[in-house]
């Protein structure tokens, strides 16, 4: 198969002499952690500027909140699908490859959607977009965990995760001001410009595992192995990574459930916080963009702090999830009750939101990396995300309907249940330990 082919990993060489592997070590990490983290944060570019323009796009073309929610749900569903099964793919591909092909397939999504205006169409192209947008977390997670031992992992994906944030912040103005500017179809044609020229520096910087260059595993230059008795060098069967890593694994079924509640805290204002502003507090549409500035940029140090304390209690990850979730809770209850016409303490209340619904965000896909290995990251990640994204996909049509049809009170309503109810998953989850 031509796609097989093209993807598959590349080759072991033979090894550099030992003296030179510190340095390369260091040379060839920072390359990682730095075109991750670059091109994760333009994937989001290309994903979550539909909601800072949606509502003009809805004025422009004539599409009501049901209408844009269900778009919002396609590409939900189409991510959960598309980050599950491409997460597999990843697994037995090389990233150098795999992720420049799916920021370059995304952008002509883009492209193509501000280009046409029927709900049909609009309906097809984001709804595909979001099954191409799932070649990019795997390919991420297959690089970090094969660059990065066990001891280092909550630290450095923790500082990785904020790629969302950034990228999640910045498309906020940048899609706002496009749009405020040329109108709404440059919230998505800049985006998309910004991502072709990404995945031409993908190709350039990004490295498939240390072997293909000469280098041993991450786990014998560190000295750390880790005490399952697993060969973490030996390729997997797509049956074998599901058997043996995913669904035989109660831990991994305890994580997901709870991702889906997460999720929908996490997208609530993500997708409809711009509108929510504009409509109940007479934001206006910088405003709005600037609403998603905030709200990203709250969980930079929060996200990185949280990841480092993971380490340290012994990747319990999901005890730190559960505690994260609390304030989540509270602002959301703080938002149902702020006094109309004014932006002031909703954007405070966004603010505390994304500073603790990010922590979890990260901390639940590495802990599915924890209770599996890392040649099973992608496939691993992959079925938390599912469920993650199939949380995604209820709140985006879920939340337009019931905001259309019963107002915001009720819509925010239905966000502090599925609040309360990640608490009570994350509870559960807190029983696994990574070392059982």
């Not at 002499?17 to 670059?38: D, G, H, K, M």
């Not at 997460?87 to 046409?116: E, H, Q, Y």
């Not at 070649?135 to 923790?158: D, K, N, Q, T, V």
């Not at 697993?230 to 043996?244: A, G, N, P, Y």
Request: proline content about 5%.
């Amino acid at each position: 198969m031509f796609l097989q082919r093209f993807f598959q990993p590349a080759p072991h060489i033979d090894r550099r002499p030992q003296s030179e592997w510190p340095q390369l070590y260091r040379s060839y990490r920072w390359a990682i952690l730095e075109a991750t983290f670059v091109g994760y944060s333009v994937f989001y570019f290309v994903r979550t500027n539909f909601g800072v323009v949606s509502r003009e796009m809805g004025q422009a073309v004539g599409y009501s909140k049901t209408e844009l929610g269900w778009m919002l749900t396609g590409l939900a569903l189409a991510y959960a699908f598309g980050k599950f099964i491409n997460g597999s793919l990843s697994d037995r591909s090389n990233p150098r490859k795999f992720m420049p092909v799916g920021l370059l397939l995304t952008a002509g999504c883009n492209i193509a959607f501000g280009s046409v205006h029927s709900f049909g169409l609009h309906m097809t192209l984001w709804t595909l977009n979001g099954f191409v947008q799932g070649m990019g977390w795997p390919p991420c997670g297959r690089s970090l965990g094969h660059w990065y031992s066990l001891r280092e992992r909550g630290f450095i994906f923790a500082i990785w995760n904020t790629a969302h944030n950034v990228g999640g912040a910045l498309i906020g103005i940048i899609a706002a001001y496009s749009a405020s500017h040329w109108g709404w179809q440059y919230a998505f044609y800049v985006p998309a410009a910004i991502a072709i020229v990404t995945a031409f520096y993908l190709m350039i910087r990004l490295r498939d595992t240390p072997q293909s260059v000469g280098l041993p595993p991450v786990e014998e230059f560190k000295n750390d192995w880790p005490e399952k008795h697993i060969d973490h060098e030996k390729e997997l069967s797509s049956r074998e990574l599901f058997l043996q890593y995913v669904l035989t694994s109660k831990a991994i079924w305890a994580l997901a459930a709870a991702n889906f509640f997460v999720y929908i805290a996490r997208y609530a204002m993500l997708s409809w916080g711009p509108t929510f502003l504009k409509e109940v507090k007479g934001a206006s549409l910088e405003t709005g963009g600037w609403s998603a500035f905030i709200y990203e940029g709250s969980a930079i140090f929060s996200t990185i702090l949280v990841g480092w304390l993971s380490d340290k209690v012994d990747g319990r990850r999901a005890l730190l999830s559960l505690v994260c979730m609390f304030p989540v809770l509270g602002a959301f209850v703080a938002l149902l009750y702020a006094p109309p016409g004014s932006t002031t303490l909703p954007l405070i209340y966004f603010a505390i939101i994304g500073a603790f619904i990010y922590p979890p965000v990260m901390l639940l896909g590495v802990a599915a990396l924890d209770f599996s290995s890392k040649k099973a990251v992608g496939t691993a990640a992959g079925f938390v995300g599912l469920f993650g994204y199939a949380g995604t996909a209820v709140q985006s049509v879920g939340l337009g309907y019931l905001a259309q049809h019963h107002g915001w009170d009720v819509a925010i309503g239905a966000i502090i249940a599925c609040a309360v109810l990640a608490i009570f998953l994350l509870l559960y989850a807190t029983r696994f330990k990574p070392s059982s």
